[in-house]
Structure formats: C-alpha cells, structure tokens
C-alpha cells in the first residue's frame, strides 16, 4: 500500500478536521501530493497540493482560507487541515500523488494526471 489516508470522520458545520496522508518513501521522496474529494452524484474536485520538501502550495479556490496543506518530511506524511467546514461539502476525500499541483487553481480540475491514489477516507459535515 503506497498511500493511506486517516482522520476522515464527522463534524458539525462550522467545525474542522484534520486528514492525513502516509505515502510510501518511494512515493513522498519524488512526487507532488495532493488532496481531492468526490461528493456523492458528483465529480471528484481537486482541493489542495504541495511537493514534498518544498513551500508552494496551491488551493481550489472553494477552500482558500480555510483549508491548509501540509507536511512532515520526518513521516512521509501530508496533512490538509479543514476549518469552517459546510454541509455541502460532506465527501470522500483522496490523497494522490504524480500530478501537476499548479492544476488546482483551475476550475473543475479532476486529477487524472495523478498516478497514485489512497483508499480515501470519508468527511461527513451535518447542518
């Protein structure tokens, strides 16, 4: 298993969780990662991205400011931090890695040029 995501669970609107990401060395040593989610009877959606060891970072722009990607070099491990969280939101949310982080500021980006994808772990907001 190369990537695994926890900390997915549910919260009421307004609250915050924090997902994590352990990839593989292999994987985190050489590849961007970046954080999707998928809402039921909808297309996945990027939401954030950074490349290991480095500082950019990049935001949909549905989570700028609320949202924060970021890393543990020592643990191979991403995080995405979610604050202010909305209803409408409620989605399995998939670590990925090997695509173009610049990618999700763009408008319906989906992540196809991703080559590793997690399991996914589910976020559940209640109004």
């Known amino acids: 298993v190369q990537l695994v995501e926890s900390g997915g669970g549910s919260v009421q609107a307004g609250g915050s969780l924090r997902l994590s990401c352990v990839a593989s060395a292999n994987i985190y040593s050489s590849y961007s990662m970046g954080w999707f989610r998928q809402s039921p009877g909808k297309e996945r959606e990027g939401v954030a991205a950074i490349y290991p060891g480095s500082s950019p970072t990049y935001y949909a722009d549905s989570v700028k400011r609320r949202y924060t990607i970021s890393q543990n070099n020592d643990k191979n491990t991403v995080y995405l931090q979610m604050n202010s969280m909305r209803p409408e939101k409620t989605a399995m949310y998939y670590c990925?890695?090997?695509?173009?982080?610049?990618?999700?500021?763009?408008?319906?980006?989906?992540?196809?040029?991703?080559?590793?994808w997690g399991q996914g772990t589910q976020v559940t907001v209640s109004s």
């Open positions: 990925a890695a090997g695509g173009a982080i610049e990618s999700m500021v763009v408008a319906g980006y989906r992540g196809s040029d991703y080559t590793y």
